[in-house]
């Protein structure tokens, strides 16, 4: 069992930037894959960007390579997402996913946390 939180959501200009954290509880958080994803109203939930355990395979969206970066540190059982050159159409709720192996679908993760709120402003 893993209980992830998000914090590090809120209202920015475009081109700013945010740095979204996410904190686990919970024994196995450094075998897990995480991933961030992204829900805006009356879409789908999508991927944004995953890490292996190890932080040595990470994975990005087309939408967010070359602006968002993931990491973690299993020390802290945190995964973070830092997000720059922010745009208006990457205002979404973001969640944290923990799961077994690498995957760019909501199928391949197991526990989420409540997701935080980031609304860019043109």
């Known amino acids: 069992q893993v209980d992830l939180v998000e914090s590090g959501g809120g209202l920015v200009q475009a081109g700013g930037s945010l740095r979204l954290s996410c904190a686990a509880s919970?024994?196995?958080?450094?075998?897990?894959?995480m991933g961030w994803f992204r829900q805006a109203p009356g879409k789908e939930r999508d991927i944004v960007a995953a890490?292996?355990?190890?932080?040595?395979?990470?994975y990005y969206a087309d939408s967010v390579k070359g602006r968002f970066s993931i990491s973690r540190d299993n020390a802290k059982k945190s995964v973070y997402l830092q997000m720059n050159s922010l745009k208006p159409e990457d205002t979404a709720v973001y969640f944290c996913?923990?799961?077994?192996?690498?995957?760019?679908?909501?199928?391949?993760?197991?526990?989420w946390g409540q997701g935080t709120q980031v609304t860019v402003s043109s």
């Open positions: 996913a923990a799961g077994p192996r690498l995957g760019d679908t909501r199928g391949y993760y197991d526990y």
């Open positions: 890490i292996t355990w190890s932080g040595g395979t990470t």
């Open positions: 919970g024994r196995t958080f450094s075998s897990y894959v």
